[in-house]
Structure formats: structure tokens, C-alpha cells
T-cell receptor
Framework: AQTVTQSQPEMSVQEAETVTLSCTYD???????LFWYKQPPSRQMILVIRQEAYKQQNATENRFSVNFQKAAKSFSLKISDSQLGDAAMYFCAYRSAYSNSGYALNFGKGTSLLVTP | EAQVTQNPRYLITVTGKKLTVTCSQN?????MSWYRQDPGLGLRQIYYSMNVEVTDKGDVPEGYKVSRKEKRNFPLILESPSPNQTSLYFC???????????FGQGTRLTVV
């Protein structure tokens, strides 16, 4: 299975500031999908953003954007204008485009984001 | 409303007592899977199903069973639970490989 690494167990950001969460992955595949999921204290898993590996353009969703570096196998998440509601655990996930993997989501161990007033 | 529904949300049981966690989705998704979440380990896939009557093992299948008799339902069965299966469990479904996975609300299981 592909390995997803989130090297920052915890991060802190002040309200209205920008924070970047890092994610790297290990794969020999050329076609795959990358996701960032948010898990607030309610435990619900919420999709933040999605990136297709064949697309060079970085995905953006409102205040959330990614820096996808395919050659470096890096997929960082940038949160702009941080809000108190952004406080959560963030998981980076990899999904192969090949069915022999069962289309499993391979998750990193997560980064806990604290937002301070 | 499109959703994945898991039951129960919380469960405390004793070692060896068989239990089933139900999962149902109303989006006509073909692909469903179960994950367990443990502190410091992220989410790991237990079993998955790509269609009715088609199931396969994920990364951590030991001690679990699943079935997919209907497209909408994908129950997780613990025949003889043990304390190391104490965890937070998530069911998820998706339409295809390039679409997001919808997650259930999670089931907090404690085996004593």
C-alpha cells in the first residue's frame, strides 16, 4: 500500500492568518487522486479538497488551496484567513486509480490544527 | 438527503460477544468500505466491497467479517471481539475512484 506521511502532528495558527499543512506520499503509480479531509470534534469526516494527479493545476476551494508537486510527491494544504471553525484534525489521503487496490483511501496519521483568537 | 448511516454510534461490549455494526447508504454507490481510526495511526481500511456479493480484505481484516447482500447495506461483523478492536469505526461509500468518499458518523466501540 502507498504510504502517506504527515510530518506535523500538531500545528497552530492565529485567526485570519495563513497556515500550510504538509503531506508527502510514496507511490510508483502515475495515475491517482489526492484528498484532504477535515475531522472536527464531532468526528465527522468532511472532504476539504481533491486533486487529480493528471491535472497540473492546483485545486482551490474558497480559502483552501493545495500545492501539488507531482515529481516531489508532495501535496500540501494551505488555509488562508483561518477561522476558529477550521480547528480540527486534517488527514491527507491517497487513492490509486487502479482497481486492484480496491480504490482504498490510504490516510496519513493526521495533523491537529489549533486556531487561536 | 444523501448520507451514510451507521448504527450504533456508541457501543460497549464484552470480549467474545458477537456484534454487528450496520452501514447503509442512499446514494446508489457501488463502492463501500470500512475503516478503523486509532490515535496516531490515522484511518486504516478493514474491508471493502466494489459491488453486491463482491468483498475483499483491506489492510487490517483480522477479526472482522463483512457481507454485501444488497447494494445499500454493508454491515461489519465482529464474531468474537477482543480489546484490541476497541476503536472508532467508519463506513464510507463512493460512486467511483475519482469521487469523494462519503463517511458515516462513526461508531465508537469499546471491548472490555
Amino acid at each position: 500500500a502507498q504510504t502517506v506521511t504527515q510530518s506535523q502532528p500538531e500545528m497552530s495558527v492565529q485567526e485570519a492568518e495563513t497556515v500550510t499543512l504538509s503531506c508527502t506520499y510514496d507511490t510508483s503509480e502515475s495515475d491517482y487522486y489526492l484528498f484532504w479531509y477535515k475531522q472536527p470534534p464531532s468526528r465527522q469526516m468532511i472532504l476539504v479538497i481533491r486533486q487529480e494527479a493528471y491535472k497540473q493545476q492546483n485545486a482551490t476551494e474558497n480559502r483552501f488551496s493545495v500545492n501539488f508537486q507531482k515529481a516531489a510527491k508532495s501535496f500540501s494544504l494551505k488555509i488562508s484567513d483561518s477561522q476558529l471553525g477550521d480547528a480540527a484534525m486534517y488527514f491527507c489521503a491517497y487513492r490509486s486509480a487502479y482497481s486492484n487496490s480496491g480504490y482504498a483511501l490510504n490516510f496519513g496519521k493526521g495533523t491537529s490544527l489549533l486556531v487561536t483568537p | 438527503e444523501a448520507q451514510v448511516t451507521q448504527n450504533p454510534r456508541y457501543l460497549i461490549t464484552v470480549t467474545g460477544k458477537k456484534l454487528t455494526v450496520t452501514c447503509s447508504q442512499n446514494m446508489n454507490h457501488e463502492y463501500m468500505s470500512w475503516y478503523r481510526q486509532d490515535p496516531g495511526l490515522g484511518l486504516r481500511q478493514i474491508y471493502y466491497s466494489m459491488n453486491v456479493e463482491v468483498t475483499d480484505k483491506g489492510d487490517v481484516p483480522e477479526g472482522y467479517k463483512v457481507s454485501r447482500k444488497e447494494k445499500r447495506n454493508f454491515p461489519l461483523i465482529l464474531e468474537s471481539p477482543s480489546p484490541n478492536q476497541t476503536s472508532l469505526y467508519f463506513c464510507a461509500s463512493s460512486l467511483g475512484m475519482n469521487t469523494e468518499a462519503f463517511f458515516g458518523q462513526g461508531t465508537r466501540l469499546t471491548v472490555v
